[in-house]
């Protein structure tokens, strides 16, 4: 499976779905989709990674390379639903500690 | 420790050529005492060593193979990665700073992170003009 991701909007943030892998071959993809929103004036996202099986240091890069655009922008990007192989590399990136990552969609859509 | 019998593909390093080797690894691994997350962790250090040979050992007007030799035995997977492009070793960079905040993190190194992690043993030699990597993960306890 490759990568799927859908968008929704919640309150003022828009909630990205992520399904399936992050590796070299589709983490462009989320960084191209995130640019599209941040484009369209989008700058408050949510990761929902409960679907995503595998990140690679490709992935990490999507997501950092965002981070960074936001945060010039004074946007943010969180993430919930960490589970897996998709958590122990968050861990082991020290992205956990960097990033507000939250158990549930809700709790991150709360705070 | 027993020499098990490797075997190896060769194939040109370029992108094209990362399902096969990956699938020529994991094909492998194909038996009810590896679960998934082990899987996934041998993914992800095949993704992450092949793809630095993939892009960076070969300048484009001069491009190579890469050699990928794998056994599994004695619930160790045994992976041996081998190119005769430009000396290098991933093991020598130092590790980006992972408590950096998102404005002065580093976008790049931390695919060698994830690799150390990952892996039991991984070794760099350079030999008769060829970079080897060495890489050993337990898969079964």
Sequence with gaps: ?????????????????????MDAATAPEFMKVCDGLIDGGDISLIADLGKLEYISSAGLRSILATAKKLKAIQG????????GMVKDVFNISGFTSMFSIYPTLDEAASH | MTESPMDTLCLPARPESLDRLYAFVLQRLHMPAVPQGLVQK???VLEE???NVVYYAYPPEAPGDIELSCSVAGGVLHLVIADRGKAFSPLDRPDPDLTASIEDRNVGGLGIVLVKEMVDAIE???VDGR????VTIRIEH
Aim: a positive charge.
């Design chain 1, 1 to 21: 499976m490759d990568l799927i991701i859908e968008t929704a909007k919640r309150g003022t943030a828009v909630v990205l779905t992520v399904t399936g892998r």
């Design chain 2, 131 to 134: 970079n080897v990597l060495t």
């Design chain 2, 49 to 51: 060593l092949l793809i």
């Design chain 2, 124 to 126: 760099y030699q350079r």
């Design chain 2, 42 to 44: 041998v993914e992800l």
């Design chain 1, 76 to 83: 943010q990007i969180k993430f919930c639903n960490l589970s």
